[in-house]
């Protein structure tokens, strides 16, 4: 019979991913409309750009977590 247990360290590193996405989902949108409320400051293209990166970081570790839970859950051997 097999023995299908949980990778608890496998599963804690996926957690600890998706919790670095969810402060990125926040922080991500937040600097975007800071970025786009106020067009005239200097600093205006460098914030657009952070806020992006952010954004599409925040995607990228939702997956790499999701994926990460899986195969601990779902290993092969």
């Known amino acids: ?7 608890r360290t496998l599963l804690i590193k996926g957690i ?3 919790a ?5 989902l926040f922080l991500g949108p937040i600097m975007l409309s800071k970025a ?3 067009k005239e ?10 806020g992006c990166l952010i954004s599409a ?3 990228i570790l939702i ?11 779902f290993k092969r051997e």
Do not use: C, H, Q, R
């Not at 400051?41 to 952070?50: A, G, K, Q, S």
């Open 1 to 7: 019979m097999e023995n299908n247990k949980t990778d």
């Open 16 to 18: 600890k991913t998706l």
């Open 20 to 24: 670095f996405a969810l402060l990125s």
């Open 36 to 38: 786009f409320s106020d």
């Open 41 to 50: 400051n200097p600093l205006y293209i460098p914030t657009l750009i952070v």
């Open 57 to 59: 970081f925040a995607v």
């Open 63 to 73: 997956f790499k977590g999701i994926k990460i839970i899986m195969s601990s859950m």
